[in-house]
Protein backbone atom coordinates (compact mmCIF):
# COMPACT_ATOMS: atom_id res chain seq x y z
CA UNK A 1 0.00 0.00 0.00
CA UNK A 2 1.56 3.09 -0.87
CA UNK A 3 1.63 6.48 1.69
CA UNK A 4 0.06 9.31 1.38
CA UNK A 5 1.05 12.86 -0.18
CA UNK A 6 4.05 14.42 2.03
CA UNK A 7 1.77 17.56 2.20
CA UNK A 8 -1.58 18.60 2.56
CA UNK A 9 -4.47 20.83 1.84
CA UNK A 10 -7.21 21.03 4.61
CA UNK A 11 -10.97 21.09 3.59
CA UNK A 12 -12.65 24.20 3.39
CA UNK A 13 -15.23 24.93 6.20
CA UNK A 14 -18.79 24.25 5.08
CA UNK A 15 -21.14 26.26 6.12
CA UNK A 16 -22.83 25.59 9.23
CA UNK A 17 -24.57 22.12 9.23
CA UNK A 18 -28.14 22.09 9.24
CA UNK A 19 -30.37 21.70 12.63
CA UNK A 20 -31.37 18.25 13.00
CA UNK A 21 -34.40 18.00 14.38
CA UNK A 22 -35.21 15.71 17.26
CA UNK A 23 -38.26 15.38 17.97
CA UNK A 24 -39.94 12.03 17.64
CA UNK A 25 -42.99 13.14 14.83
CA UNK A 26 -43.82 16.10 12.42
CA UNK A 27 -47.24 17.03 11.58
CA UNK A 28 -48.25 16.34 8.13
CA UNK A 29 -49.81 18.88 5.82
CA UNK A 30 -53.51 18.28 5.04
CA UNK A 31 -52.71 16.81 1.56
CA UNK A 32 -51.05 14.20 3.09
CA UNK A 33 -53.41 13.40 5.77
CA UNK A 34 -56.19 13.26 2.76
CA UNK A 35 -53.85 10.97 0.75
CA UNK A 36 -54.03 8.33 4.19
CA UNK A 37 -58.03 9.34 4.27
CA UNK A 38 -58.26 7.83 0.94
CA UNK A 39 -56.53 4.67 1.49
CA UNK A 40 -58.10 3.65 4.87
CA UNK A 41 -60.90 1.90 5.04
CA UNK A 42 -63.16 0.54 8.11
CA UNK A 43 -64.38 -2.84 8.98
CA UNK A 44 -64.40 -5.78 6.28
CA UNK A 45 -67.34 -6.81 5.08
CA UNK A 46 -67.57 -9.77 6.77
CA UNK A 47 -67.34 -7.94 9.83
CA UNK A 48 -70.07 -5.39 8.69
CA UNK A 49 -72.58 -8.74 7.42
CA UNK A 50 -71.91 -10.55 11.10
CA UNK A 51 -72.49 -7.18 13.42
CA UNK A 52 -75.31 -6.58 11.42
CA UNK A 53 -76.99 -9.87 11.89
CA UNK A 54 -75.84 -9.86 15.28
CA UNK A 55 -77.64 -6.72 16.04
CA UNK A 56 -80.87 -7.52 13.91
CA UNK A 57 -80.93 -10.61 16.19
CA UNK A 58 -80.57 -8.98 19.77
CA UNK A 59 -83.10 -6.46 18.51
CA UNK A 60 -86.07 -8.16 16.16
CA UNK A 61 -87.95 -9.82 19.13
CA UNK A 62 -87.73 -6.94 21.23
CA UNK A 63 -89.02 -4.41 18.77
CA UNK A 64 -91.90 -6.96 17.35
CA UNK A 65 -92.75 -7.40 20.78
CA UNK A 66 -92.96 -3.35 21.63
CA UNK A 67 -94.34 -2.82 18.07
CA UNK A 68 -97.53 -5.30 18.57
CA UNK A 69 -97.97 -3.66 22.33
CA UNK A 70 -98.02 -0.43 20.81
CA UNK A 71 -100.55 -1.66 17.95
CA UNK A 72 -103.37 -3.38 20.42
CA UNK A 73 -103.03 -0.45 22.83
CA UNK A 74 -103.91 2.08 20.00
CA UNK A 75 -106.50 -0.09 18.62
CA UNK A 76 -108.19 -0.84 21.68
CA UNK A 77 -106.73 -4.95 22.34
CA UNK A 78 -106.53 -5.44 18.45
CA UNK A 79 -103.49 -6.79 17.13
CA UNK A 80 -102.13 -6.55 13.36
CA UNK A 81 -100.81 -8.47 11.39
CA UNK A 82 -98.04 -5.95 10.23
CA UNK A 83 -96.38 -5.55 14.04
CA UNK A 84 -93.77 -8.15 13.02
CA UNK A 85 -93.30 -6.09 10.19
CA UNK A 86 -92.90 -3.06 11.80
CA UNK A 87 -90.71 -4.71 14.36
CA UNK A 88 -88.35 -6.10 11.27
CA UNK A 89 -87.94 -2.69 9.72
CA UNK A 90 -86.94 -1.83 13.05
CA UNK A 91 -84.07 -4.03 14.06
CA UNK A 92 -82.75 -3.54 10.66
CA UNK A 93 -82.62 0.41 10.92
CA UNK A 94 -80.53 -0.30 14.11
CA UNK A 95 -78.72 -2.78 12.60
CA UNK A 96 -77.65 -0.47 10.03
CA UNK A 97 -76.92 2.36 12.35
CA UNK A 98 -74.56 0.10 14.31
CA UNK A 99 -72.90 -1.09 11.84
CA UNK A 100 -72.51 2.19 10.22
CA UNK A 101 -71.69 3.85 14.02
CA UNK A 102 -68.45 1.15 14.51
CA UNK A 103 -66.98 1.18 11.12
CA UNK A 104 -66.84 5.17 11.82
CA UNK A 105 -65.17 4.57 15.04
CA UNK A 106 -62.77 1.83 13.78
CA UNK A 107 -61.80 3.68 10.76
CA UNK A 108 -61.69 6.79 12.74
CA UNK A 109 -58.76 4.73 14.78
CA UNK A 110 -57.03 3.29 12.00
CA UNK A 111 -56.83 6.90 9.76
CA UNK A 112 -55.22 7.89 13.86
CA UNK A 113 -52.97 5.36 13.48
CA UNK A 114 -51.80 5.95 10.52
CA UNK A 115 -51.17 9.26 10.84
CA UNK A 116 -49.37 9.00 13.82
CA UNK A 117 -47.56 6.50 11.82
CA UNK A 118 -46.75 8.51 8.55
CA UNK A 119 -45.98 11.57 11.23
CA UNK A 120 -42.86 9.66 12.93
CA UNK A 121 -41.78 8.11 9.98
CA UNK A 122 -41.74 11.58 8.47
CA UNK A 123 -39.59 12.51 11.39
CA UNK A 124 -37.10 9.57 10.65
CA UNK A 125 -36.75 10.64 6.79
CA UNK A 126 -36.22 14.60 7.68
CA UNK A 127 -33.64 13.60 10.56
CA UNK A 128 -32.10 11.56 7.74
CA UNK A 129 -32.35 13.44 4.73
CA UNK A 130 -30.82 16.59 7.27
CA UNK A 131 -27.79 14.37 8.53
CA UNK A 132 -26.62 12.83 4.91
CA UNK A 133 -26.88 16.82 3.74
CA UNK A 134 -24.69 17.81 6.08
CA UNK A 135 -22.65 14.56 5.40
CA UNK A 136 -22.53 15.04 2.13
CA UNK A 137 -21.60 18.75 2.53
CA UNK A 138 -18.30 17.51 4.75
CA UNK A 139 -17.79 14.68 2.23
CA UNK A 140 -17.23 17.15 -0.79
CA UNK A 141 -15.18 19.42 1.16
CA UNK A 142 -13.02 16.79 2.07
CA UNK A 143 -13.07 15.49 -1.32
CA UNK A 144 -12.66 18.04 -3.28
CA UNK A 145 -9.05 18.96 -0.85
CA UNK A 146 -7.85 15.36 -1.53
CA UNK A 147 -8.20 16.21 -5.27
CA UNK A 148 -6.35 19.50 -4.56
CA UNK A 149 -4.06 18.07 -2.55
CA UNK A 150 -2.85 15.63 -4.81
CA UNK A 151 -2.73 17.91 -7.85
CA UNK A 152 -0.69 19.80 -5.89
CA UNK A 153 1.93 17.45 -4.72
CA UNK A 154 2.42 16.51 -8.65
CA UNK A 155 2.61 20.46 -9.32
CA UNK A 156 5.64 20.22 -6.51
CA UNK A 157 7.46 17.08 -7.07
CA UNK A 158 7.73 18.21 -11.25
CA UNK A 159 8.75 22.02 -9.65
CA UNK A 160 11.31 20.58 -7.62
CA UNK A 161 12.71 18.30 -10.22
CA UNK A 162 13.00 21.32 -12.37
CA UNK A 163 14.74 23.48 -10.29
CA UNK A 164 17.75 20.84 -9.88
CA UNK A 165 17.33 20.77 -14.03
CA UNK A 166 17.30 24.57 -14.94
CA UNK A 167 21.07 24.88 -13.41
CA UNK A 168 22.39 21.60 -15.24
CA UNK A 169 20.95 22.73 -18.62
CA UNK A 170 23.23 26.71 -18.19
CA UNK A 171 26.01 24.29 -17.22
CA UNK A 172 25.98 22.27 -20.38
CA UNK A 173 25.21 25.02 -22.39
CA UNK A 174 28.70 26.55 -21.43
CA UNK A 175 30.50 23.61 -21.70
CA UNK A 176 29.46 23.61 -25.06
CA UNK A 177 30.29 27.05 -25.88
CA UNK A 178 33.55 26.60 -24.20
CA UNK A 179 34.27 23.60 -26.68
CA UNK A 180 32.97 26.07 -29.69
CA UNK A 181 35.60 28.32 -28.32
CA UNK A 182 38.62 25.76 -28.44
CA UNK A 183 37.11 24.99 -31.87
CA UNK A 184 37.43 28.09 -33.38
CA UNK A 185 40.66 27.83 -32.12
CA UNK A 186 41.87 25.31 -33.94
CA UNK A 187 40.05 26.33 -37.48
CA UNK A 188 37.60 23.48 -36.94
CA UNK A 189 34.66 24.77 -38.66
CA UNK A 190 31.78 22.28 -38.40
CA UNK A 191 32.63 20.85 -35.08
CA UNK A 192 32.51 24.62 -33.90
CA UNK A 193 28.94 25.11 -34.99
CA UNK A 194 27.64 21.77 -34.06
CA UNK A 195 29.41 23.23 -30.84
CA UNK A 196 27.20 26.60 -30.99
CA UNK A 197 24.00 24.39 -32.27
CA UNK A 198 24.40 21.96 -28.92
CA UNK A 199 24.41 25.16 -26.83
CA UNK A 200 21.52 26.54 -28.58
CA UNK A 201 19.71 23.22 -27.88
CA UNK A 202 20.10 23.29 -24.27
CA UNK A 203 19.58 26.77 -23.67
CA UNK A 204 16.31 26.31 -25.68
CA UNK A 205 15.60 23.21 -23.21
CA UNK A 206 16.18 25.65 -20.52
CA UNK A 207 13.90 28.51 -21.91
CA UNK A 208 11.20 25.33 -22.38
CA UNK A 209 11.91 24.41 -18.70
CA UNK A 210 11.46 27.75 -16.89
CA UNK A 211 8.19 28.55 -18.63
CA UNK A 212 6.97 25.11 -17.47
CA UNK A 213 8.37 26.42 -14.02
CA UNK A 214 6.30 29.34 -14.54
CA UNK A 215 2.94 27.45 -15.31
CA UNK A 216 3.91 25.07 -11.83
CA UNK A 217 4.38 28.41 -9.91
CA UNK A 218 0.92 29.85 -11.08
CA UNK A 219 -1.21 26.83 -10.57
CA UNK A 220 0.63 26.38 -7.26
CA UNK A 221 0.43 29.89 -5.70
CA UNK A 222 -3.32 29.53 -6.98
CA UNK A 223 -4.11 26.01 -5.51
CA UNK A 224 -2.78 27.04 -2.15
CA UNK A 225 -4.51 31.02 -2.57
CA UNK A 226 -6.68 30.87 0.49
CA UNK A 227 -6.63 27.53 1.99
CA UNK A 228 -4.94 25.96 5.29
CA UNK A 229 -2.23 23.45 4.93
CA UNK A 230 1.15 21.81 4.99
CA UNK A 231 3.00 22.49 1.86
CA UNK A 232 6.51 24.14 2.03
CA UNK A 233 7.75 26.92 -0.35
CA UNK A 234 7.71 26.99 -3.79
CA UNK A 235 11.21 25.58 -4.91
CA UNK A 236 12.27 27.88 -7.47
CA UNK A 237 12.01 31.27 -6.50
CA UNK A 238 14.13 34.67 -6.92
CA UNK A 239 16.54 33.29 -4.33
CA UNK A 240 17.64 30.49 -5.99
CA UNK A 241 16.54 31.15 -9.57
CA UNK A 242 19.29 30.85 -11.91
CA UNK A 243 20.02 33.86 -14.44
CA UNK A 244 21.32 32.54 -17.84
CA UNK A 245 23.21 36.29 -18.35
CA UNK A 246 26.45 35.16 -18.36
CA UNK A 247 25.86 32.04 -20.55
CA UNK A 248 23.55 34.07 -23.11
CA UNK A 249 26.57 36.92 -23.55
CA UNK A 250 28.98 34.30 -24.19
CA UNK A 251 26.86 32.74 -26.42
CA UNK A 252 26.19 36.27 -28.15
CA UNK A 253 29.95 36.60 -28.08
CA UNK A 254 30.88 33.06 -29.63
CA UNK A 255 28.32 33.40 -32.24
CA UNK A 256 29.32 36.53 -33.52
CA UNK A 257 33.14 35.33 -33.26
CA UNK A 258 32.29 33.00 -36.14
CA UNK A 259 29.91 34.96 -37.97
CA UNK A 260 32.86 37.75 -38.27
CA UNK A 261 35.06 35.30 -39.87
CA UNK A 262 35.34 34.68 -43.39
CA UNK A 263 35.49 31.21 -43.02
CA UNK A 264 33.38 30.45 -40.37
CA UNK A 265 31.03 32.76 -42.01
CA UNK A 266 30.74 30.78 -45.43
CA UNK A 267 29.72 27.52 -43.16
CA UNK A 268 26.78 29.04 -41.35
CA UNK A 269 25.71 30.81 -44.67
CA UNK A 270 25.04 27.07 -45.44
CA UNK A 271 23.90 25.99 -42.40
CA UNK A 272 21.68 29.03 -41.18
CA UNK A 273 18.83 27.73 -43.15
CA UNK A 274 19.37 24.48 -41.85
CA UNK A 275 15.67 22.53 -40.98
CA UNK A 276 15.48 22.90 -36.85
CA UNK A 277 13.26 22.97 -34.48
CA UNK A 278 14.57 24.37 -31.63
CA UNK A 279 12.58 26.67 -28.68
CA UNK A 280 10.08 26.74 -31.57
CA UNK A 281 11.95 28.09 -34.35
CA UNK A 282 12.04 26.21 -38.02
CA UNK A 283 16.26 27.10 -38.80
CA UNK A 284 19.04 27.24 -36.78
CA UNK A 285 19.69 31.00 -38.24
CA UNK A 286 16.11 31.78 -36.74
CA UNK A 287 17.04 30.40 -33.26
CA UNK A 288 20.74 31.81 -32.85
CA UNK A 289 19.22 35.08 -33.99
CA UNK A 290 16.17 35.17 -31.55
CA UNK A 291 16.87 32.91 -28.62
CA UNK A 292 18.53 35.22 -26.24
CA UNK A 293 15.63 37.32 -26.04
CA UNK A 294 12.98 34.34 -26.05
CA UNK A 295 14.93 32.88 -22.86
CA UNK A 296 15.10 36.47 -21.35
CA UNK A 297 11.23 36.55 -21.76
CA UNK A 298 11.02 32.81 -19.98
CA UNK A 299 12.78 34.13 -17.35
CA UNK A 300 11.06 36.91 -16.76
CA UNK A 301 7.83 35.55 -17.01
CA UNK A 302 9.11 33.08 -14.12
CA UNK A 303 9.84 36.11 -12.12
CA UNK A 304 6.72 37.59 -12.52
CA UNK A 305 4.88 34.10 -11.40
CA UNK A 306 6.93 33.85 -8.37
CA UNK A 307 6.55 37.82 -7.18
CA UNK A 308 2.87 38.11 -8.07
CA UNK A 309 0.92 39.24 -5.35
CA UNK A 310 -0.98 36.02 -5.43
CA UNK A 311 2.46 34.48 -4.78
CA UNK A 312 3.62 36.92 -2.23
CA UNK A 313 0.77 36.53 -0.08
CA UNK A 314 1.20 32.50 -0.16
CA UNK A 315 4.80 32.85 1.13
CA UNK A 316 3.89 35.45 3.45
CA UNK A 317 1.25 32.96 4.60
CA UNK A 318 3.75 29.86 4.68
CA UNK A 319 6.66 31.46 6.35
CA UNK A 320 4.46 32.71 9.32
CA UNK A 321 3.04 29.09 9.47
CA UNK A 322 6.19 27.93 10.00
CA UNK A 323 7.60 30.58 12.42
CA UNK A 324 4.39 29.43 14.40
CA UNK A 325 5.74 25.77 14.01
CA UNK A 326 8.95 26.16 15.18
CA UNK A 327 7.68 28.28 18.60
CA UNK A 328 5.45 25.97 18.98
CA UNK A 329 8.00 22.73 18.70
CA UNK A 330 10.53 25.22 21.30
CA UNK A 331 7.59 25.47 23.47
CA UNK A 332 7.28 21.45 23.97
CA UNK A 333 10.86 20.83 23.99
CA UNK A 334 10.92 23.54 27.38
CA UNK A 335 7.70 22.00 28.93
CA UNK A 336 9.11 17.92 28.34
CA UNK A 337 12.31 19.69 29.95
CA UNK A 338 10.70 21.02 33.16
CA UNK A 339 8.23 17.85 33.32
CA UNK A 340 11.62 15.63 32.73
CA UNK A 341 13.89 17.94 35.01
CA UNK A 342 16.49 18.14 32.63
CA UNK A 343 18.07 21.41 31.92
CA UNK A 344 17.88 22.83 28.75
CA UNK A 345 21.09 22.34 25.65
Not at 183 to 188: I, M, R, S, V
Not at 268 to 277: A, G, L, S, V, Y
Request: hydrophobic letters at 40%; glycine letters at 4%.
Amino acid sequence: MSDGPRYRVFPRKVDPPEPVPQVASMPLNDWEKKRIEEHIEGLSNLARWLIGVATYGVCILPFQFLAGVAIRHRNQGAAFDFADVVGFVAAVLVAVFVVRLLNRQFRGKKIAEKIAEEEQAKARSTRQSVESSNESRVSLAENEAQTLTYSLMRTYESASTLAGKLPQQLIMASDRLKHADREFGDNAFDPFWDAVENAAKHLATFDSEMKQASRLADDYYKGLNGRSHTFPAFPVNNANLPSPSSVMSEFRRIVRMGQTNFQFANIWTHRRTQKIMIAGFQTLGEAVNNLGSTVENAVFGLQQSVSSDVARLVQEEIKTRDTLDSRMLEQNSMLDNIQRHRKPE
